[in-house]
């Protein structure tokens, strides 16, 4: 026979230990500065950017020069003294989160240091003009001062490290796109394989807590602005199709690339050359980052953010050529090694693919074709298609695409995993490979 629970019996149990109550209190006021220390990432990156642009501006010949060098210095630094920072973020915490690695080898990935250090570098790519995000950073950045929580916990504290963890790089996310629901959507979808981290409310709340830094300091505002929708029909039944149809082509082809130029064991001289003088194949990485750039008067430098937000507003003049150009920039500042993120990129490409089409089929609401294809490549490079399709929904607050937003996501998931391995998985076993070898068994 059901007995419903006896509220003062309940509320004394609750109150019973008072280091349960210490422990929730320190998850979630490090919640809190993990989701300010995105706030604070967020900012410096910003201004990085807007100081290239600045000089950009006052010699167009500048980034020829200073691209190439501050990449050369990036990498020299990542490879010297933090090579855990390298690339994206996301793989570290995933293999920080992977039972093959022991909880003391887990600072390999996650620290304090490593958290610092990524912010700098990633910093530094954006200020050398660089195509990257900064959102996959945030992921580790986060993390990091998560995890450093441990330190303050009671001895026999019911909250993990993999608790703390999961946490912290859900809550990278919320608080670097403002979206504490894309956060946890991206914890359940792909960070967590621990049930039981899948229902702490501890940790939701605090991956809730560190977006709310987030709207606090920017106000609860999209990052692309008001997405207006007008009729909605079976008219874009065909148009939504071939956008989500190439998203997830492209996006596919576009993750398997980049396994394939970070993991191959290929002898060619190019990939030699990246393997025994790395710090010059930054160099070139960069000088070819600076051309493009040029050719395209500065439209492929930096995260692409702005042109997403004048092609949601109408308001943007480039080239066609765009979605190929951002990709190839894209891929050489991941293959340069500096540590940097691919959603802003991804979103900005999907953004560039949807505006295309919307002009060659004379689609008449070109932002309903952005916004699917921002969530279809996203989705299409990261094969988690809810997270994607979530955080456009809730950065361009377009309610009415809800279901054609998802749609989209799940078609060009799909076709992704036709075309390319899942590539934060494929890179989290590169990333395994750097714990220390087990002793043999005597």
Not at 9 to 37: M, P, Y
Not at 80 to 90: E, L
Not at 126 to 137: D, F, N, Q, V
Request: some cysteine.
């Amino acid at each position: 026979m059901y007995r419903p629970p006896e509220f003062f019996k309940a509320v004394k149990k609750e109150l019973a230990d008072w280091r349960l109550w210490s422990d929730r209190l320190v998850v979630l006021l490090f919640a809190s500065l993990a989701g300010l220390t995105v706030v604070a990432f967020t900012w410096l990156s910003e201004h990085a950017l807007a100081t290239f642009f600045v000089v950009y501006r006052h010699g167009f010949w500048w980034p020829l020069l200073w691209t190439p060098l501050l990449t050369m210095a990036i990498v020299y630094v990542t490879r010297r003294f933090v090579v855990g920072t390298a690339g994206s973020g996301i793989p570290q915490v995933m293999a920080a989160l992977s039972v093959e690695t022991l909880p003391q080898h887990r600072s390999i990935y996650v620290s304090l240091k490593l958290s610092i250090m990524k912010v700098v570098l990633t910093a530094s790519g954006l200020l050398a003009g660089l195509s990257l995000g900064r959102e996959g950073p945030s992921v580790q950045i986060a993390a990091g001062v998560m995890h450093s929580a441990r330190r303050w916990l009671s001895p026999n504290s019911p909250i993990k490290d993999s608790g703390l963890i999961l946490a912290g790089g859900a809550a990278g996310i919320a608080a670097a796109f403002n979206t504490p629901l894309g956060g946890v959507m991206f914890a359940i979808e792909e960070l967590s394989r621990r049930p039981e981290d899948r229902r702490s409310g501890l940790l939701m709340a605090a991956i809730i807590l560190a977006g709310m830094m987030a709207v606090s300091a920017y106000g609860n505002k999209s990052h692309f602005g008001e997405l207006r929708v007008e009729n909605i029909s079976f008219g874009l039944v065909l148009p939504g199709m071939v956008v989500a149809v190439l998203s997830g082509i492209f996006g596919g082809l576009f993750a398997r690339l980049l396994i394939y130029s970070l993991h191959t064991t290929s002898t060619h001289w190019v990939h030699a050359f990246r393997r025994t003088s790395p710090i010059w194949f930054a160099g070139g990485c960069g000088l070819l980052i600076a051309i493009i750039g040029l050719s395209t008067h500065g439209a492929t430098f930096g995260s692409g953010y702005a042109h997403t937000r004048a092609m949601l507003e109408n308001t943007d003049d480039v080239s066609s050529l765009y979605v190929l150009l951002k990709v190839v920039v894209t891929w050489l500042t991941t293959w340069a090694g500096v540590p940097a993120g691919i959603f802003a990129p991804a979103l900005a490409i999907g953004a560039a693919l949807g505006n295309d089409l919307a002009m060659l089929m004379q689609y008449p609401n070109a932002p309903t074709l952005i916004a699917l294809g921002m969530a279809g490549f996203l989705a299409a490079v990261t094969q988690a298609p809810l997270t994607a399709f979530i955080i456009v929904m809730e950065m361009v607050t377009g309610h009415e695409l809800v279901l054609s937003l998802m749609a989209s996501a799940l078609i060009a998931s799909g076709i992704s995993r036709l075309i390319s391995q899942p590539l934060y998985s494929a890179l989290t076993q590169s990333q395994l490979r750097r714990l220390p070898e087990k002793a043999p068994v005597q």
